[in-house]
Every structure is written in structure tokens, then in C-alpha cells.
């Protein structure tokens, strides 16, 4: 591993144990022969054996590229994320699920498309899912339609992994959720900083092990919907309050002049 990764990878594992073998593996395959990415797991206060599975596979010689953090007490997908993000030194960063509906090589894949963007330090690169159920992809549709036309921007299939990023951007996240509407908070940040924000297709396959916990299931998904919802509410709020704030000062800075010309 190099001193500083170009990227470092947070895998953030809630009760994760029965996938973690086969996501190491496939990260392995992913990254080759590279030497400076690094995969962050996040044991983010897993009640299985998580922690165990982990600390096994992570003695193992061949996968010195990863490495992990632990959350004592979860709380929340967010939570675990931003957790991993704080402790990890890679020049962009990146995160992802763990239980490889995204496959590895769709980060590498986003990574090598934020690089050749022509600002990659002020540009995200986020996936966007193919090959989904109709259903899903009319839910995500919809809750797309809602994010969108509130916060103005495009504000689709916004949980799609991976996100890829810069790690200058952390520096505007310290106000960001600890739940599932982390997705959507970084997209808005970046909007609002006026990135450039591109979209990779990735693959979305079926979670074969372990329980989906976020919107994989009806009950999951009205959950995700009601904290979407009410992230979007409060982005909204801080949007309108921030135009009012950069309303007043255009008025004020138009008026300063004709003081000063009325003084001389
Ligand atoms: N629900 C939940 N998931 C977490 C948490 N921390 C990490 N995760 C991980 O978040 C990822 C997405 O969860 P998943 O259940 O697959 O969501 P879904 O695909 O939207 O149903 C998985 O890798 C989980 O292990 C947490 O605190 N709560
Ligand atoms: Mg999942």
C-alpha cells in the first residue's frame, strides 16, 4: 500500500458476516495488482459476528489491502460511513454496500471516470442502477420526481452505489445525517457547490446473503421514504433560508453605492 491511497473505500458492514468473505474476495480481484486503493471496512456496531469474520479475513497476507474501523454502537448507516470516511487518508474517497448488489468493479469503473473528468477535485461521481425490478425502479422513480422538484437539480435513483468523491469535500459534511439519507445529502452538498456530478451505470444484483435492512423491502421502503421525505424538508428550509441570506446581500451591496455616492 502506497503512503496516501488514491482511494479509499468504505464498505459500511451491519450484520454483514455472511458476505464478508466473498466481498474481500471479489474486492481482491477488483483492485488487481494496484497498490494504492484501499478498502475500509466498517464494522458499524454489528450485533452477529461481524467483528470476528472480519478480524480473520483481515490477517490473511493476501488482502493487505483492507483494513477495518469499528463503530462500538451503531448508529445509523450514515453514522458508519461518515465513520470510516474521517479515518481513511485515500486522495478521493469512495463508499459502497456490502452485500455486493453493486459489483466491486463498478467503483473501480467510477473512480476511473471521476479521474478523467476535467476537475476531479470539484467533481462526484455516483452510480446509477441498471437491471432492477419495475416495481423498484417506479419507486425510485417517483421519490426521484419528489427530491427534484424540491430541491431543484436532478435528484434520481439517488441511492444507487457507489459515490466517489474528493476528500476536500468532507470539509462540508459536518452537518450530514447519520441515517440511510446520507446518499442524498452528498448530492445536494455538491450541488449546491456546483460540482460536476456524473452518473455510471452499475450492474444492481440480488442480495443472496444475509437481511436487507434498507429499502429492499416493502416495510424498508416506506421507511426510507418518510426519512427521505423529511431530509428533503430540511434541505429545502436551508435552501430557502440560504437564497433569503444571499437575497439580502445582493440588496444590500446594490444600495452601498448610492450611499457612498449620496456621502460624497
Ligand atoms: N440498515 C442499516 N444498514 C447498515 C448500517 N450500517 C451499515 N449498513 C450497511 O448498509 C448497506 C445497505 O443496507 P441494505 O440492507 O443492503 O439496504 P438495501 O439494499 O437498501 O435493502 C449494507 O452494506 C449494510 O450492511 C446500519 O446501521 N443500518
Ligand atoms: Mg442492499
Redesign the pocket.
Known amino acids: 500500500m502506497t503512503l496516501t491511497p488514491t482511494l479509499s473505500i468504505v464498505?459500511?458492514?451491519?450484520?454483514?458476516s455472511k458476505n464478508l468473505d466473498r466481498l474481500v474476495s471479489a474486492f481482491r480481484c477488483a483492485i488487481g495488482s494496484r497498490q494504492d486503493i484501499e478498502l475500509v471496512l466498517?464494522d458499524?456496531?454489528s450485533k452477529d459476528d461481524t467483528a470476528d469474520v472480519m478480524g480473520k479475513l483481515l490477517t490473511h497476507p493476501e488482502n493487505t489491502f483492507a483494513r477495518s474501523v469499528t463503530v462500538d454502537v451503531?448508529q445509523?448507516?450514515g453514522?458508519?460511513i461518515l465513520f470510516g470516511l474521517r479515518k481513511s487518508h485515500g486522495e478521493y474517497l469512495a463508499w459502497t454496500?456490502?452485500?455486493l448488489?453493486t459489483p466491486p468493479e463498478d467503483v473501480i469503473r467510477a473512480l476511473n471516470c471521476l479521474i478523467q473528468m476535467p476537475d476531479p477535485s470539484n467533481s462526484l461521481v455516483r452510480g446509477n442502477r441498471k437491471g432492477r425490478p419495475i416495481f423498484d425502479q417506479f419507486f425510485t422513480s417517483a421519490m426521484g420526481w419528489v427530491a427534484s422538484a424540491a430541491l431543484g437539480g436532478s435528484y434520481f435513483d439517488v441511492?444507487a452505489q457507489p459515490k466517489v468523491f474528493h476528500h476536500s469535500l468532507m470539509q462540508h459534511m459536518d452537518e450530514a445525517p447519520y441515517d440511510?439519507t446520507l446518499d442524498l445529502y452528498i448530492l445536494y452538498v455538491a450541488s449546491e457547490l456546483k460540482m460536476d456530478i456524473e452518473l455510471v451505470d452499475v450492474r444492481f444484483d440480488l442480495?443472496t446473503e444475509g437481511?436487507?435492512?434498507?429499502?429492499?423491502?416493502l416495510l424498508?421502503k416506506y421507511r426510507?421514504c418518510k426519512r427521505t421525505f423529511g431530509q428533503i424538508w430540511k434541505l429545502r428550509k436551508s435552501l430557502q433560508q440560504s437564497q433569503r441570506v444571499a437575497s439580502t446581500k445582493a440588496v444590500k451591496a446594490n444600495e452601498a453605492p448610492a450611499k457612498t455616492r449620496s456621502a460624497a
Open positions: 464498505v459500511p458492514c451491519y450484520n454483514e466498517v458499524n456496531g451503531n445509523g448507516y453514522y458508519g454496500h456490502a452485500d448488489q441511492n440511510f442480495r437481511e436487507s435492512k434498507g429499502g429492499g423491502t424498508g426510507l
